[in-house]
């Protein structure tokens, strides 16, 4: 699955980059997954939540309309420099791009409510929850939420696994979009995970 689709130089530079700077970033799978899901909606108007590198980015943008907006938060500057650095790389304009320096928690509540078409969620994993929350406010009806990591390196699934903080949130945010009516919710199992939702009318 992860070879299916391979990836350009752009992208393997990101990914190279990321790594070195420990920002790990979603795998080749999860990003064609990520790019589907832009051109499957038509997603002109796209938060999302950890910059990273740059390479959710641009799986993103090549899955947006050419005038479409991606708004990258993420509290580390120097992410944003690389990602940044990975659009123009992959020919990707700066004119695509809303990068915003801060906390997540702090960034999302001064976004409009109502007014984007994706949300993809790949930063603090102990505040999964608290992403869910305000991407449900701030998608758009028929909008998509995502989140990288859903497996968390197999141990969601095993009971062995209790008491961590990040094993439990991110469990906490599988159940509450299981449960939400709001929600239509598919777990993908490429990479390390991608539970997705979308937000019913």
Same mark, same amino acid.
């Given at each position: 699955? =992860?070879?299916?689709? #391979? /990836?350009? =130089?752009?992208?393997?530079?990101?990914?190279?980059?990321?790594? /070195?700077?420990? +920002?790990?970033?979603?795998?080749?799978?999860?990003?064609?997954?990520?790019?589907?899901?832009?051109?499957?909606?038509?997603?002109?108007?796209?938060? =999302?939540?950890?910059?990273?590198?740059?390479?959710?980015?641009?799986?993103?943008?090549?899955?947006?309309?050419?005038?479409?907006?991606?708004?990258?938060?993420?509290?580390?500057?120097?992410?944003?420099?690389?990602?940044?650095?990975?659009?123009?790389?992959?020919?990707?304009?700066?004119?695509?791009?809303?990068?915003?320096?801060?906390?997540?928690?702090? &960034?999302?509540?001064?976004?409009?409510?109502?007014?984007?078409?994706?949300?993809?969620?790949?930063?603090?994993?102990? /505040?999964?929850? =608290?992403?869910?929350?305000?991407?449900? !406010?701030?998608? !758009?009806?028929?909008?998509?939420?995502?989140?990288?990591?859903?497996?968390? *390196?197999?141990?969601?699934?095993?009971?062995? *696994?209790?008491?961590?903080?990040?094993?439990?949130?991110?469990?906490?945010? *599988?159940?509450?979009?299981?449960?939400? /009516?709001?929600? &239509?919710?598919?777990?993908? #199992?490429?990479?390390?995970?991608?539970?997705? +939702?979308?937000?019913?009318?």
């Amino acid at each position: 699955m =992860e070879e299916f689709l #391979p /990836e350009d =130089e752009a992208t393997v530079s990101a990914r190279h980059r990321g790594r /070195e700077v420990g +920002a790990t970033p979603i795998g080749p799978a999860g990003g064609a997954a990520l790019r589907f899901l832009a051109t499957l909606i038509g997603a002109r108007t796209v938060v =999302e939540i950890g910059t990273g590198c740059g390479v959710s980015g641009i799986y993103m943008m090549r899955g947006m309309p050419k005038d479409a907006v991606l708004t990258s938060v993420d509290v580390d500057h120097e992410n944003q420099r690389l990602a940044k650095l990975a659009y123009r790389e992959a020919g990707l304009g700066s004119y695509r791009t809303r990068m915003i320096v801060g906390r997540a928690l702090e &960034v999302l509540p001064r976004l409009t409510d109502g007014a984007y078409d994706m949300v993809f969620c790949d930063a603090v994993k102990t /505040e999964y929850p =608290e992403y869910l929350t305000a991407a449900l !406010r701030l998608l !758009r009806p028929g909008g998509v939420v995502a989140f990288d990591n859903a497996l968390w *390196h197999q141990r969601i699934a095993d009971p062995a *696994h209790r008491g961590d903080p990040t094993t439990e949130a991110i469990r906490e945010v *599988h159940h509450l979009i299981r449960e939400d /009516e709001r929600l &239509v919710p598919l777990l993908l #199992p490429v990479g390390d995970g991608l539970l997705c +939702a979308v937000k019913r009318d």
